[in-house]
């Protein structure tokens, strides 16, 4: 007997990603076939084939579907059709036989996975910790010996280490640990250099490493074991510190005096406990197995850890403490992992461009790469890389909060219950949206308010200049309060009760962080002299631009008007640097190299940043030659619109 | 005008070491003389010439003195002849002139002040920690560096050392520092290595450190500056790990569980803040100014202060947990100095040959040595260490508590009230006594019980073999609970109103420690190859040491027969060491090397040491041949005794 999925004769959709197979009969859409199997795809218009939100890349057995629409053409960019891009909700199966689709991240309902997960990149495994079975020689009255001797000489008959040292714990440990063991001891190596501790008789040789993101939002916790690199445990939480202030300034502000200071890395690091404590009981191991965590952040988040003033790094020409990496006790910042435990935090490139953007440059290997690449990690602040394995450049770009939510009439952050992606009907201008969870909507976060932006300058409800016209055909238009406003959900479909609008001040807060982010890529295309068909891939990174919609994006002028296949998500991938730093010393070692490497350019000393911004204000630019794609996008449009 | 004591045509005393003059009469002794100026000369029998503890050495102007009696023929040796030796109550000023004297320590009643002052040996300065002042050139724009890059171009530039480390604090000490000092910073540094401190402006270059002898009995401090390498404050207690165990034996068996081993750790860690408190207030220095603390100690001290179980070192073949010198940070262990200070633990050469041995070594700098030098450390645990230049071999030997005045009948430590000098006059039997502080007896301490023995023996009271002799003429030698005692103070002199003895079981512990010591000493001579004619030097050391007659010691036998020229007392050369290692780093290098090369002998694996043992247990030894000037000695006594 065979299984239902493995039976020929049938119309079956393979989703590659999820390793699936779903049977469905002729003249089901891609769409019904991932709901069968409980693959969750974005198809906010009700698969009307017009938010063209619900794209999937058909791998192989396109023949077995039907023909492209004409709706299709309209909605898919030149490039995804190329691609051989469908939309799950119009693309049907007309004979029986295999369809193999993958569904790209924004696309999915399930991204908010990615977050934690980030890109997996894969390293040679040499970790700091290792651990080794001894089987030892005793000492004679004839031939004395110290038994951190005897040890030192076990080990460097296996490991060819000469001299290695003893942490304090792991010396008073080492007496009773030789005898109770009966002369086998299992010893845990820190660098090849210093035994951090010593344990009786052979308890196997799996250390664990903590790999944590200290970012300004969210912690993201990895337990790991070294000797396998693999992720055992993950955990995440808030920042604790946001109860001192939502964004970096107004935390650095609050640090200002020493005892909020002490509060402010006193909050951090019980919370990154509380993460080690979780993992550890996830994984049924006690936190003494754990013996380095290696951590990220931007530069402010690492001072705030380290518990030192970032005053300093707010004021011009904002100077970090340290950009080097930084080993040292866990327990010498109140960190309980193992008592010899270490700290390693990854180096920093300038003020605002910081350890997890170094981490973002690890995960992408962008400083291998052969032609240049854009990494874009939105945030508040939002770094920049350009470059290739030639030349690498950063800067920073003060974006705001807008992206992630924040200074948003309806805004949110991306928790149950915002609305993360939004779909507005060129024809009747009534809109479609999703939010996390599935939850009743309470507000919007940052992918859904960019979403709303590129819908309705798709629609023509705003103009180039982000204009709201208060002369649209539709309800949804109205003026409250001297400012003109779209609802986006009416009240009695909210948990709030009352309208979820997006307003002009609001489309005006998105503008200013596109801006700043086309603006500050523009000046980094100028100093390398990359134009925007040289750049190979567009990596975007961050939770935000795991949740966004690269379209959206495009479309209101974020980046560079590339085409879409070359935009890639590598959600958090500060957690995957620091993964990677973790399992391998030789990443740290060019951490080190490419934070020496990475030049820095500090926009506000740069004097043609100030004109690119205020051209980057307009949707998508002044200058319209500058966006071709989303031209062609907006004139496809155009015949939609009534 | 001029001073008195510069007048011409007077008699005049110079007591060189205590750089004091005297003018006496014709006819005074040199005692009179130092009685009138208060420098405390040791004459027990009442300057009757007899006892012998007033030697001083006349270095300039005998001519001035009357010639050498015949009493003084008697009671000093040859060699003390030959150099100009003289009994301070016997010499007389017969003319005017000056006479050139010093005061031997052994006779000297201030000798206490010696055991926290120890020998002075001078090192080349180039202590591990050093104050730097920089002045930094602020970062612009256009050339982004890191706070931490800013202080270490400037160390590069004045000191020639890059990649400059930071310690956690200093780091967090780096940006308000520079900014306060308006680019002018003080930066001490360790090692030439890490940056421990950054303080804003100038604030001089004076780093300190503290050395610290963590002595079974007794701890001594000694606070210095490191850039002059002055002792500018000290301080010494008692050990209080006293409280769970007088004995190293009993301490390491109180500490067999985990909360004891800790609370061993704890308040001998908790008395060395104290004292570090007491030398900073003294110098009115903050303990924050204290960068490095160098202790030394036997092994068991060692571990017990890092809380390491020492368990193993008193079981076969007694390993230590490690030998080689050690550095941390001082609050790993709880240290209250600086935040980011280091403590540094001098190597160890065996279980029962510790830190405070090799000490000893370092300030008697017998590894330069062209001849042979025997250097004894004598304690509950004796110390041995012999050698040269070319090879240096140690040993340890269990002499017991006797010698400082445990385990014998109305014994106790040199506190005072204890009977510290004796002497019996050999024609009536009645003693003399010097107690310390010159206060009523309360008991004897080592070096009084030892001048008892070497006296009894010198009177005949006791024979070769250490028996007392009960039909001796004198009402002091009595028998009572069927043990036959020498009585050296009547009830009504002390202050326990008891009379204060010595009897058959006190003379057979003195018995027991000289044996072992002078078995140990032979042991070496033997392995060695030396003899005694060949040992250019026997140095005395530690508390004991200083308070020792090294005639008494000669006279029972405790090492082998040289001239007392041949005698030093280094005091306590363990607290010198310690010093040294403050101050020079490459003592320390020197400290390694000598641990490694300093070999041990464990006495209980030498198949001849039972024999030497035996033959030791006579006064002065079973074979008179070993001991020719004890001899002399004793055959000049009987010309005095009855």
Not at 46 to 68: H, Y
Not at 142 to 165: K, V
Not at 170 to 178: D, F, M, N, Q, R
């Amino acid at each position: 007997m065979t299984t239902q999925s493995s039976r020929t004769h049938q119309a079956k959709v393979y989703f590659k990603k999820h390793d699936v197979t779903t049977i469905l009969s002729e003249g089901d859409t891609l769409l019904e076939a991932a709901n069968r199997s409980e693959i969750g795809i974005s198809a906010i218009c009700g698969g009307k084939g017009l938010c063209a939100k619900c794209r999937v890349a058909v791998l192989d057995g396109e023949e077995n579907l039907d023909q492209v629409s004409s709706i299709e053409r309209i909605s898919l960019s030149d490039d995804d059709l190329r691609r051989g891009y469908r939309l799950a909700c119009c693309a049907r199966m007309k004979r029986e036989g295999t369809v193999v689709v993958d569904v790209p991240p924004e696309s999915s309902v399930e991204h908010q996975r990615l977050l934690v997960a980030g890109v997996q990149t894969s390293v040679p495994l040499n970790p700091a910790v290792k651990k080794y079975v001894f089987h030892l020689t005793p000492a004679t009255l004839q031939h004395i010996q110290s038994d951190a001797e005897i040890l030192q000489r076990a080990a460097t008959q296996e490991m060819n280490r000469e001299n290695l040292t003893f942490s304090y714990h792991a010396l008073s440990e080492l007496p009773p640990a030789i005898r109770t063991g009966n002369w086998v001891v299992t010893a845990t190596i820190y660098a090849n250099e210093e035994i951090i501790r010593v344990q009786p008789g052979d308890c196997g040789r799996v250390p664990y490493g903590l790999a944590v993101d200290i970012g300004s939002t969210k912690l993201a916790a990895y337990l790991m074991s070294l000797n396998e690199g693999k992720v055992v445990a993950t955990a995440s939480c808030s920042n604790p510190q946001i109860t001192f202030g939502d964004d970096i300034i107004s935390r650095i502000s609050y640090a200002g005096n020493s005892d909020n200071l002490k509060k402010l890395q006193g909050v951090v690091v019980a919370a990154v406990n509380k993460l080690l404590s979780e993992v550890c009981r996830s994984a049924t191991i006690p936190t003494t197995e754990v013996y380095e965590i290696v951590a990220v952040g931007n530069t402010a988040m690492h001072h705030l850890f380290l518990g030192i003033d970032p005053k300093y790094i707010a004021l011009a020409p904002y100077p970090p403490a340290i950009r080097t990496a930084i080993t040292l006790r866990a327990d010498e910042i109140g960190l309980h992992a193992n008592r010899s435990a270490y700290v390693y935090l990854l180096p920093i490139v300038a003020g605002f461009v910081g350890g997890d953007a170094l981490a973002d440059v690890l995960a992408t290997k962008i400083y291998e790469s052969e032609k240049p690449c854009l990494l874009i990690d939105v945030g508040t602040n939002t770094e920049i890389v350009l470059g290739d394995r030639h030349r690498l450049m950063s800067c920073s770009c003060a974006s705001g909060p807008a992206l992630e939510g924040g200074c948003v009439t309806h805004g949110m952050r991306a928790e149950t219950g915002a609305i993360e992606r939004v779909y507005i009907n060129p024809q009747d201008l009534e809109p479609g949206y999703q939010t996390i969870g599935d939850a009743a909507p309470r507000g919007i976060c940052g992918s859904g308010i960019l979403d709303v932006v590129s819908s309705l300058l798709q629609c023509k409800l705003v103009d180039q200049k982000g204009k709201l016209n208060p002369t649209a055909q539709t309800p949804r238009i109205r003026t409250k309060n001297n400012s003109i406003e779209y609802v986006l959900v009416w009240g009695k479909d909210s948990v709030t009760r009352t309208d979820i609008v997006v307003n002009q001040y609001d489309i005006q807060q998105i503008q200013l962080a596109k801006a700043a982010i086309y603006a500050g890529a523009s000046i980094l295309k100028k100093h390398m002299h990359i134009n925007d068909s040289d750049i190979a891939t567009v990596y975007l990174a961050g939770a935000f631009g795991t949740y966004v919609d690269p379209q959206s994006a495009l479309t209101v002028g974020m980046y560079p008007d590339v085409t879409l296949s070359r935009i890639r998500f590598v959600g958090n991938a500060a957690g995957s640097g620091a993964r990677m730093a973790l399992l391998s010393t030789e990443i740290r070692e060019k951490a080190e190299q490419v934070a020496k490497q990475l030049e820095y350019l500090e926009l506000a000393a740069d004097k043609g940043f100030s004109d690119e911004f205020m051209n980057a204000l307009f949707l998508p630019h002044r200058d319209p030659a500058r966006f071709p794609t989303v031209n062609q996008l907006l004139e496809r449009r155009n015949q939609l619109v009534g």
